[in-house]
């Protein structure tokens, strides 16, 4: 009886932090250090600062913030999933909210103190002052932002490129000027995945987050949540979701015509099947969706092409 119950708990405590997601966000940055840091500055002959202890000391770091962020966030939901979400529902329903509560605040140290370890030891202030200010950000999320209209839906697109930008800001030494050449060029190469893996990052994470909004109309009304679904409608809120869309569509497609002059050809190839195509088919599907579910698959979708996108640094290392 005590062990059936305690993998109740523990099958409830691991939907509580969103395991798979967590799971995304340490392959995420594991790629990126691997198949762009390390080979960028290998070319070089040059050894990257923060090494594979530090890539560890941020990973675990993103993984304690994160799911510190999501406990938080059922914490303050619960009663709008009564309504959504009535089958997923732990806080209240398996796990106590005083423990939900402690959970969150035992992760978040747990994330600041690996942060100011990782600055310490890279003489860089910036990762531990950008992880403080991500559980600043994701308390006052759920709190108060995650209701208003798009506020939410930036800030969690936002800290969703973080997960890959806190590598490119980890490897940065401070101080560091372009009279450095070598060191310039290789922080150069670094940055330039970094915003171009972080901007399709956010911007998906943005379409996401608009088509959850949809999902969840029906409890968020009840709440007297603003978000854009609600205080747009269901038509507007399709718009800016196409626009981004096609934004990232295009932006994808001219990079394929720059990869295959480059003869990146397989990478091409697998970005036009797994990332550009998929793409196309959730924008054709996204105006006739009216249902809950309809959202949801959506949205699924679109997590899906999020693995796909992230699995793209593989052709990087390949090329190297």
């Known amino acids: 009886m005590y062990y059936l119950h305690g993998m109740k708990l523990a099958v409830a405590f691991f939907r509580l932090i969103r395991y798979p997601n967590l799971f995304f966000i340490a392959l995420t940055q594991l790629l990126f250090y691997f198949c762009i840091i390390v080979p960028s500055f290998r070319s070089a002959g040059i050894s990257d600062p923060l090494g594979s202890v530090g890539l560890l000391y941020v990973i675990a770091a993103s993984i304690f913030i994160a799911a510190a962020g999501y406990i938080i966030n059922d914490y303050f939901d619960l009663n709008i999933d009564r309504i959504n979400k009535p089958d997923k529902l732990v806080v209240d329903n398996l796990i106590r909210r005083r423990w939900a509560i402690l959970w969150h605040l035992g992760f978040s140290l747990s994330g600041i103190i690996l942060s100011v370890v990782v600055s310490y030891r890279l003489s860089n202030p910036i990762p531990a002052l950008f992880n403080l200010a991500t559980v600043l950000l994701l308390w006052f999320y759920s709190t108060t932002f995650k209701k208003q209209v798009l506020v939410g839906n930036i800030i969690i697109s936002l800290l969703t490129g973080w997960v890959i930008l806190v590598l490119y800001v980890a490897v940065n030494p401070v101080g560091l000027r372009p009279a450095d050449t070598t060191s310039f060029k290789v922080i150069t190469r670094v940055y330039k995945f970094a915003v171009l893996y972080g901007g399709f990052a956010f911007i998906i994470s943005l379409v996401r987050e608009v088509i959850k909004d949809m999902e969840d109309m029906q409890g968020d009304v009840k709440y007297d949540c603003r978000t854009m679904p609600i205080v747009w409608g269901l038509p507007s809120s399709k718009m800016f979701v196409a626009v981004w869309m096609i934004v990232l569509i295009c932006s994808m497609v001219i990079l394929q015509v720059y990869a295959m002059q480059l003869n990146w050809w397989w990478s091409a190839l697998y970005s036009i099947v797994f ?44 090329y190297s």
Do not use: N, Y
Request: charged residues 15%; glycine residues 2%; hydrophobic residues 60%.
């Open 275 to 318: 990332i550009i195509t998929p793409l196309v088919i959730i924008l054709r599907r996204l105006f006739p969706a009216v249902e809950p579910a309809q959202f949801h698959e959506l949205s699924t979708w679109i997590k899906i092409v999020m693995l796909t996108g992230i699995l793209s640094m593989l052709f990087i290392k390949w």
